[in-house]
């Protein structure tokens, strides 16, 4: 897990890219904001990576500012992996990923009225 977030912030600082993965109960769910091609070409790379399955887009849109400024793949999981001491990291408890989630999905919906 710490070498893929490592070799992910490689990439989305070279692309350009912010954004912040969380992973909890066996799932990722990622945020992502940068220009609009190198958010294609890691969109592609996500659903071609055989380690996926289930990938799913809840949501694309324009976006002003970004929310992760300087951060290219800020890291949230279960307290464990703060063992591993990596920089751009913050434990989440279940309680949480419920709340985020929630606001996710309630974001896309707002979306999809929207366009
Ligand atoms: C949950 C998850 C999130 C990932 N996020 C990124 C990411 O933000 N940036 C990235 O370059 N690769 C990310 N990867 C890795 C890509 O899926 C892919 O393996 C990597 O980009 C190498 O692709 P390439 O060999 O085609 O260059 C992620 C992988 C997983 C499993």
Redesign the pocket.
Known sequence: MVL??E??????QA?G?T?H?V?FDHS?M?Y?EGPSAAIDI?WR??Q??P??FDVELLARFPLAQRRYCGS??MFSAMPYYQQYQMTGFSPVEPGDMDALLASCLSQQQTRQVAT
């Not at 070799?7 to 989305?12: F, M």
């Open positions: 893929l977030v070799r992910a912030r490689l990439y989305n692309a890219i954004g993965l992973y990722f990622q992502a890691l790379k996500l071609s990576d380690r996926h290219s793949l």
